[in-house]
């Protein structure tokens, strides 16, 4: 009887596959555009935002992958309103998961201009912790 081997091989697929969603979500969530609203609150969207919208007020498209450094700050005298400490976070959160599983030696995809899956070279995995280690300079506060 093979059932323990085909339950294992089960398994390995049900792993691949989550490995895959989990790639393509990572690369549809790269394709984000983010900016500030009038209330200061950010907006996510995968369509640019609307006309009223002056550039300096967009965080991240996808296009240039960082943000102005004016649209981050906040202004000169006066409290981040608690939305924004929220906001921040849940990227500090986010951004150390990330650099965590960035160092675990796991075998990381990314998706090229085609949407075929690449391996994440030496390369890319020095520009990725670079950016996490950015982003959690930027978002976590001691």
């Keep these: 009887m093979q059932t323990g081997c085909a339950v294992g091989r089960f398994r390995w ?18 394709e984000m555009w983010i900016w500030l609203d009038e209330h200061n609150r950010r907006v996510l969207s995968d369509r640019p935002p609307p006309a009223t919208v002056p550039p300096q007020r967009i965080v991240r498209s996808p296009s240039s992958r960082t943000a102005p450094a004016d649209a981050l700050a906040d202004p000169p005298g006066q409290t981040p309103p608690a939305v924004a400490l929220d906001v921040r976070a849940d990227n500090c959160d986010r951004a150390q998961a990330s650099l965590a599983q960035l160092q675990s030696g796991a075998r990381l995809l990314m998706r090229d201009e ?13 520009a990725e912790r670079a950016r996490l280690r950015q982003i959690i300079r930027d978002n976590c506060r001691q």
Excluded at 13 to 30: D, E, F, N, P, S
Excluded at 114 to 126: K, L, S, T, W, Y
Aim: hydrophobic share 55%; charged share 10%.
């Design 114 to 126: 085609h949407g075929q899956p690449i391996p994440m070279d030496a390369a890319m995995v020095r």
């Design 13 to 30: 697929r049900i792993c691949g596959l989550a490995l895959v969603w989990g790639v393509t979500a990572l690369a549809q969530a790269t």
